[in-house]
């Protein structure tokens, strides 16, 4: 998100995204760079927004491994990750945690510009994270100093199951032609080509991203998230004339704006759905024993000659500025960052690790997941975190009522336009 206060940062991080690290889950020896702290006592709180129930066990059993080496109790309160992003607005400014866990990128940079996360420029130089983490490093830097540690990569694209497509003899549409003539041969198969959930919103940003990163490109993409481009430019006009052939040829759900995405996917995993636009952690809307079905693929070309770019989201751990132990803190995402702890920890949710020492996955997808990333141009973040809050909150209220009135595109995008106008001034 590009915010109202634009610094000269965004720019490299612009830069980054076109630049991202090849073989990013390259498998290296595990380095242990934490050397537990004497003894302290003491306590370290954290508030996290963890759905997975597996990754917030890993997080659990990290913790009291660090209370074992240093005698620092650790209490951990996990929201719901919806109700999270309106609390922490208000957690941060009275009664913040010493740790909490966010976004990078703008959404970061948004609480860094009101001084609400501790720059940990320092522990960055201690642990040596600069020589692990690469481009990735950018994600979490303003003005050349650090406010919080990435974590897992997604990597965004079209999912299904391998044995429905042996079944049918489908293989992955490449371009907009295989697109529409998979869509009909779903529907003869009485399948939902493609399942979206749209009741948290988000997931129409990520779809908007992909036609526009298809159509437009990096560069355009961006400048409209960082409010130099009006929503009513020409540009946007093939996105969702796209967009809305596919919404009149039937290609998803018809329950869409009343389901949320764990729905959604819970009908490619029910076989009612024949593909579905999200994150790898798809896979928790599978039971364990479907998840070697469940493969990826790019979404298809639209424009050809386009580069293919992509939105690789990277979340992040925080110590908000008010914390009360903030050495604690630093004590502990040290322990926690190290590279068999970070890779346990996002194993569990199928997530890419942003450092280069990692142990190897044990999920094909993510390694499936690092092997298309080295054919992608360059990346964006995602919707809802490359451009201003309150400008993606509009933007995504806007795409879903796009998807259930898509007659109405000139009066919703006149709209989004009212509200750049304002947020970008």
């Excluded at 406010?147 to 429905?164: N, S, T």
């Excluded at 399948?191 to 159509?215: A, C, Q, V, Y």
């Excluded at 004590?331 to 702890?341: G, R, S, T």
Aim: some cysteine.
């Amino acid at each position: 998100m590009a915010s109202k206060n634009e610094h000269s940062l965004i720019n490299a991080i612009r830069a980054s995204r076109r630049q991202f690290i090849v073989g990013t889950g390259a498998a290296l020896a595990a380095t242990a760079l934490y050397r537990p702290a004497i003894a302290n006592g003491g306590e370290v709180t954290i508030i996290s927004d963890i759905g997975n129930a597996d990754q917030r066990a890993v997080l659990e059993r990290i913790a009291a491994d660090f209370t074992k080496k240093t005698g620092t109790k650790v209490t951990i309160n996990n929201m719901d990750h919806e109700a999270h992003k309106t609390a922490i607005r208000s957690y941060l400014v009275v009664g913040a945690p010493d740790i909490c866990f966010w976004f990078s990128g703008n959404r970061m940079k948004a609480f860094v510009d009101r001084g609400l996360f501790d720059d940990i420029s320092d522990l960055f130089a201690k642990e040596g994270y600069s020589d692990k983490l690469g481009a990735t490093m950018t994600a979490v830097t303003v003005n050349g100093k650090q406010y919080g540690l990435p974590l897992g990569g997604i990597l965004w694209g079209l999912f299904y199951r391998k044995d429905v497509f042996a079944a049918k003899g489908w293989t992955a549409p490449k371009n907009w032609d295989d697109f529409l003539k998979f869509g009909e041969a779903a529907k003869s198969a009485g399948m939902t080509p493609i399942s979206m959930g749209t009741k948290e919103l988000w997931p129409t940003g990520g779809w908007f991203d992909h036609m526009n990163l298809r159509i437009n490109g990096l560069d355009k993409h961006l400048a409209l998230m960082e409010g130099k481009i009006p929503y009513t430019d020409p540009m946007l006009k093939p996105v969702f004339d796209k967009w809305e052939e596919l919404i009149k040829a039937n290609f998803f759900s018809a329950s869409g704006p009343s389901f949320g995405w764990e729905q959604a996917g819970a009908a490619l995993a029910q076989k009612k759905a024949a593909m579905m636009d999200l994150g790898g952690f798809i896979k928790s809307a599978f039971p364990a024993s479907d998840h070697e079905q469940l493969a990826y693929a790019p979404f298809p070309e639209i424009v050809p000659g386009i580069e293919r770019y992509e939105d690789f989201s990277v979340n992040s751990v925080h110590i908000p500025a008010k914390a009360k132990n903030r050495q604690g803190a630093r004590d502990f995402l040290a322990y926690f960052y190290q590279p068999d702890n970070l890779g346990a920890f996002l194993e569990a949710e199928g997530a890419i690790p942003p450092r280069n020492d990692c142990p190897p996955s044990k999920d094909p997808m993510v390694n499936v997941a690092v092997e298309s990333l080295k054919t992608v141009k360059g990346t964006s973040q995602y919707y809802d975190r490359d451009t201003d809050p309150d400008m993606a909150q509009d933007g995504m209220k806007g795409f879903q009522e796009f998807t259930i009135k898509p007659e109405r595109r000139d009066q919703i995008l006149a709209r989004l336009e009212k509200t750049r106008a304002r947020i970008f001034k």
